[in-house]
């Protein structure tokens, strides 16, 4: 996720902020669980007592999709698919963004598993597309 953090804070003409939710050490809410937490572009870090990644009640996820308004879902493991399934459990609109060169990098296998067609935008256009119809 930092790559994305980095793309979004270095575009000139973008509005908002870098939100970042930090998962604690279990047990340890003080604590993020990893030293790399935040990544150094997220700009207003949210600490919570939560720390799991995953479709868990106490999984920082459900922040990430309930405040959302839609989920552009890049390559990623499995904190990225439990985000997936919470974005179909709540009813969210989201999109597999998969460029045929990022796909020959990955096995992206469980992802088109997860994925209608439909669901799997190809090229920048169609994902722009997607971002302008869904407004």
Same mark, same amino acid.
């Given at each position: 996720m930092e790559a994305v953090a980095r793309a979004f804070v270095d575009y000139p003409e973008?509005?908002?902020a870098s939100l970042g939710v930090i998962?604690? &050490?279990?047990?340890n809410?003080?604590?993020p669980k990893s030293p790399l937490y935040p990544?150094?572009?997220v700009e !207003?870090? !949210?600490?919570?007592? &939560?720390?799991?990644?995953s479709t868990h009640e106490l999984s920082r996820n459900h922040i990430n999709i &309930?405040?959302? +308004?839609? &989920?552009v879902v890049l390559y990623g493991s499995g904190g990225t %698919?439990?985000?997936? +399934?919470?974005a179909r459990h709540y009813g969210k609109p989201y999109r597999l963004f998969l460029l045929e060169e990022t796909e020959g990098q990955f096995d992206c296998s469980e992802f088109f598993q997860r994925f209608d067609k439909d669901k799997i %935008?190809?090229?920048r256009e169609a994902l722009i597309g997607w971002l302008a119809a869904s407004r």
């Open positions: 973008r509005s908002g998962p604690s &050490l279990e047990g809410p003080a604590t990544n150094r572009y !207003i870090p !949210i600490r919570t007592h &939560l720390p799991f990644s &309930l405040t959302s +308004d839609l &989920l %698919l439990s985000e997936c +399934d919470l %935008l190809r090229s």
